[in-house]
């Protein structure tokens, strides 16, 4: 049998996102728990700040649904305000322009989605194989390719810096796990006197059933400045508690 190359294997990883929305389409949805955790710290490395939130969530398009807010059940206003973080992270790639005030969990979403749908503006290297949870994985290295690029500058001058390497399971050709991280520090971002030192994101995806994954286990480390204030962000989340919805 002659090996996949790696523009074969992307082609698929695109097919089988179609694939994957045919099933939804097709009603078999699953819902979740995501338990977020997100803490701010300051140039010296003292905590300024520790956010929790717990979200139910789902494998098809509707917007998740906040059910804890900083351990306490949330108000309808921190409801909304949330609701409306997640809508405008979906019309963005990486975050806002101030590298203090990443989304992790948006970014980790899009990057997956980006390279899923958008895989003729990354050229793919196949680097090796690998097994993750027991199932074969192939390993890709994308290189984001400057002759396809996006409307937003700012997501073109990351994605330039960003190594991303992708394992896809062999067998549905879904992302099992990503690594996203920037090999150069980036100054200027977005216009603020600024800099983003250190972005570091690894997404793990679940198989829930067949053509069915969804995000599981996400970590981030940002390091920026924003003027002479340096902090850092780290970022978990994970997701449990995978049921299907029944008619």
Do not use: C
């Amino acid at each position: 049998k002659t090996p996949l190359s790696a523009k074969e294997i992307a082609d698929r990883m695109r097919e089988s996102e179609k694939i994957r929305g045919e099933i939804t389409e097709a009603g078999v949805v699953f819902e979740f728990e995501r338990d977020i955790l997100i803490q701010h710290f300051d140039g010296k490395g003292n905590q300024k700040r520790r956010q929790t939130r717990r979200f139910q969530s789902f494998t098809d398009n509707r917007d998740p649904v906040l059910t804890m807010y900083d351990d306490k059940d949330p108000t309808p206003v921190q409801v909304e305000k949330e609701r409306k973080k997640i809508r405008e992270n979906q019309v963005k790639f990486l975050g806002g322009g101030n590298p203090t005030k990443a989304n992790a969990h948006g970014d980790a979403d899009l990057i997956l989605r980006q390279i899923e749908r958008y895989g003729d503006r990354f050229t793919p290297q196949l680097i090796g194989e690998e097994i993750i949870r027991e199932r074969p994985a192939y390993i890709l290295q994308y290189l984001f390719n400057t002759k396809q690029k996006f409307e937003d500058p700012l997501v073109n001058l990351i994605l330039k810096h960003l190594m991303i390497k992708v394992w896809i399971d062999k067998n549905e050709f879904q992302i099992a796990k990503l690594d996203a991280e920037l090999m150069n520090p980036l100054f200027a971002i977005g216009g603020l006197a600024a800099k983003l030192e250190t972005f570091k994101l690894t997404a793990h995806q679940k198989r829930l059933t067949a053509g069915i994954w969804a995000d599981w286990r996400v970590t981030t480390h940002i390091r920026g400045r924003v003027l002479w204030e340096w902090s850092t962000i780290h970022f978990r989340s994970e997701s449990t508690g995978f049921k299907q919805l029944r008619d």
